[in-house]
């Protein structure tokens, strides 16, 4: 039944899942220990939204994500800042009565501006699907390509609020290649 029957996921689906704590765990512990020189947690959160899209298909989106300051930052001058980051997500991406998981993993850059609670944050990962046929919208592979733009607003000390668009596709590298755009909300937690 469309709408009304739970989240069933497949057992491929669940280790994917496994596998991608495991890996997001590891890189907490291996930076969090000091040991990957330059790499520092930058925050933990979760995200969710909507599809975008001017067409009948509304999916959304739900996923936890982490967010790794890498060693290389530019000062832009008049308290500007570039700072270099690799981004890690997993969560759920579903339309009315399909699911799959999904998770990517790729680099980001955020500009900030000393004093000032707000940045901007822009990059592409690759992104893996535990399925790519969403009923009648089918796209195309199980791997794809998110690009983003985002707007970040830290209002408390440790905590931010965040919103993105984003734009998933698989880049042309299968026929069907209609994309999904998002728009995202965020929590995250700041160290």
Not at 3 to 30: C, D, E, H, K, Q
Not at 140 to 148: A, N, P
Not at 150 to 158: C, K, R, S, V
């Amino acid at each position: 039944m469309v709408g009304s029957s739970p989240m069933v996921l497949s057992n491929r689906a669940w280790r994917w899942i496994g596998v991608t704590a495991w890996v997001m765990t590891w890189l907490v512990l291996r930076i969090d220990s000091g040991r990957a020189e330059g790499f520092s947690l930058e925050s933990v959160g979760a995200r969710g939204g909507f599809s975008a899209n001017n067409d009948r298909q509304e999916f959304n989106q739900i996923e936890a994500f982490g967010n790794l300051n890498l060693p290389w930052d530019w000062d832009l001058g008049k308290e500007w800042h570039l700072q270099s980051r690799l981004d890690l997500s997993v969560g759920w991406l579903g339309d009315r009565g399909n699911d799959a998981v999904v998770g990517s993993l790729g680099p980001s850059v955020v500009l900030s501006r000393a004093g000032w609670p707000v940045s901007l944050e822009g990059g592409v990962s690759p992104t893996l699907l535990s399925t790519h046929d969403f009923g009648s919208k089918h796209l195309g592979k199980d791997f794809q390509f998110t690009s983003h733009v985002g707007l970040n607003w830290d209002f408390a000390e440790h905590w931010r609020v965040g919103y993105r668009f984003q734009h998933m596709s698989n880049a042309g590298l299968a026929s069907d290649n209609p994309g999904i755009n998002m728009h995202l909300f965020a929590l995250s937690y700041i160290f």
